[in-house]
C-alpha cells in the first residue's frame, strides 16, 4: 500500500505531460508551421499580387464606360462565346471549369482537368486566359507546376500552403500539422496556466529584458502565446477540415444537423447536355437575381451535373463567393442549392471557417491582419527554440 502512495504521489502532473507534448510538437512541425504561416502571409493577397506579377495575363483593358477595378457582372451569354470560341480552337478544347472576372480588367480563367497523378505528386491543372470583351487568348499557364518566374510564384506559393507541393498525401501531412497546430496552442495554455493569485498571473504576463535574451524569449513566448492560442487552434481546426474533412466530422456536427453529403447526380444520363452552359447560367442566375455568377464547372461525365458558384451582397466569403447552385445537364433542373447566408447549424460552420481563416470576414483589415498573424508561427519557433537550447545547455 505504501509503495502504491510512493507511486502515485510522484505522478508527473498534467502540466508535465502538456509541456512534453508542447515542446515535442514544437520541435517536430516547428520549421512547416513556419513556412505555413509565411506563406499564409503573402497569400492573403494572393489575386492582387498575381495580378500585379502577370499584368499581361491577367489584366485586360476594362469594358468601355467602366473603370479598371469596377465590380463586373458578365453575361451568361458572353460566358457562352467564350467556351465556344475555346473549344473550336484544336489548342484549347472544352475546359472543365471557367472561373468569371470579378471586377473591371479581369478575365475568364479556363481550367483543364489534370491527368491522373501518384499521390505524392503535385497534379498540374491548365490555365488558358480570355479577354471577356474580345474573346482573345491573352496567354495561359500551369497551375501547380513549381517554379519561381512570375507566373507561376504565386501559383507555387498556394501549392506549398495547401498541398506542401505533394499532392493528396500533401493534403494528408498538412492535416497532420492542423491537429500539431492545435495541440501545440492547447498544451501550451495548460503550462502557462498560473495559480489563481494576483502575483502570480501578473508574473505570467511580464516581459521585460533583463539583459538575458533567453528569458526575454521565454516571457515573450509564455505571455504572447496566452493571446495567439485561440487563433492557432482555429487555424489548425480549419486547416484540418479543409484537408481532411472527416476527422473532425464529429466536432462540426456539434454546431446542428449538416447536409446530405455526397455529390448530386442528374436525374437522367443523357448521351450529350441537353443544356448548354448558357442556359444552365440562367436557372442559377434566377435563384439569385442579384448575385454574381463567379464560376462554372462543366459535366465531366453523363452523370453529373452544372455546378455553379455565385457571390450574394453580404457573404462572407469574398471573390467567388460559397453560394453552389447544382443544375441538372439533361433538362435544366435546379437539383441542389446551397446558400451561406441561411445555413445554420453545422453548415452554417462550414461556410464560415473560411472567411476566418483568411481574413477575409473582416474585410481589407481582416486580411492585413492575417498577414501580421503568418509570422507569428516563426516567431514561437524562435522563441522557443531560444529557450529549449538553453535548458539543454544547463
Keep these: 500500500m505504501r509503495n502504491i502512495l510512493i507511486y502515485t504521489t510522484n505522478l508527473p502532473s498534467m502540466k508535465s505531460y502538456a509541456r512534453l507534448v508542447h515542446l515535442w510538437t514544437g520541435l517536430i512541425f516547428g520549421t512547416i ?3 505555413q504561416g509565411l506563406t499564409g502571409t503573402v497569400l492573403s493577397w494572393r489575386h492582387e ?3 500585379v506579377l502577370n499584368p499581361g495575363l491577367l489584366h485586360v483593358a476594362p469594358p468601355a464606360g467602366m473603370q479598371d477595378g469596377e465590380s463586373l457582372r458578365v453575361s451568361p451569354a458572353t460566358a457562352q462565346a467564350a467556351l465556344d470560341r475555346l473549344a473550336a480552337d484544336a489548342r484549347y478544347g472544352r475546359p472543365n471549369m471557367l472561373m468569371f472576372p470579378e471586377t ?8 483543364y482537368r489534370p491527368a491522373p497523378a501518384p499521390t505524392w505528386t503535385q497534379g498540374v491543372t491548365r490555365q488558358v486566359m480570355v479577354d471577356p470583351a474580345t474573346l482573345a487568348v491573352t496567354g495561359e499557364r500551369n497551375w501547380g507546376e513549381p517554379g519561381l518566374t512570375r507566373a507561376l510564384l504565386m501559383p507555387t506559393l498556394f501549392h506549398l500552403h495547401r498541398y506542401l507541393m505533394a499532392g493528396e498525401g500533401g493534403k494528408v501531412v498538412v492535416a497532420i500539422e492542423g491537429v500539431a497546430l492545435m495541440l501545440a496552442a492547447l498544451s501550451g495554455v495548460i503550462v502557462w496556466w498560473p495559480r489563481m493569485a494576483a502575483a502570480a498571473i ?7 529584458y533583463g539583459g538575458s535574451w533567453p528569458r526575454l524569449s521565454f516571457q515573450l513566448h509564455r505571455a504572447a502565446g496566452f493571446f495567439i492560442a485561440p487563433l492557432f487552434v482555429l487555424s489548425g481546426f480549419s486547416g484540418v477540415q479543409f484537408n481532411k474533412p472527416d476527422w473532425v466530422a464529429p466536432a ?14 442528374n436525374r437522367s444520363a443523357p448521351a450529350q447536355p441537353g443544356v448548354t452552359p448558357a442556359a444552365a447560367l440562367e436557372r442559377a442566375q434566377a435563384q439569385f437575381p442579384l448575385a454574381r455568377i463567379s464560376r462554372l464547372t462543366l459535366p465531366a461525365s453523363a452523370k453529373q451535373p452544372y455546378e455553379i458558384r455565385v457571390r450574394q451582397d453580404g457573404e462572407l466569403r469574398q471573390g467567388d463567393g460559397a453560394t453552389r447552385i447544382s443544375v441538372d445537364a439533361g433538362d435544366g433542373t435546379v437539383l441542389r442549392v446551397s446558400d451561406p447566408l441561411r445555413a445554420t447549424g453545422a453548415e452554417s460552420l462550414v461556410s464560415t471557417l473560411f472567411p476566418l481563416h483568411t481574413g477575409e470576414a473582416f474585410g481589407l483589415a481582416g486580411r492585413a491582419f492575417i498577414s501580421f498573424y503568418g509570422l507569428m508561427p516563426l516567431a514561437f519557433f524562435i522563441t522557443g527554440l531560444v529557450v529549449w537550447i538553453k535548458f539543454r545547455r544547463k
Design 49 to 51: 499580387l498575381d495580378r
Design 202 to 208: 501578473r508574473h505570467a504576463f511580464t516581459v521585460r
Design 252 to 265: 462540426i456536427r456539434l454546431a446542428g444537423p449538416a447536409a446530405p453529403a455526397g455529390k448530386v447526380l
Design 33 to 35: 508551421l513556419a513556412l
Design 104 to 111: 473591371a480588367g479581369d478575365v475568364f480563367i479556363a481550367w
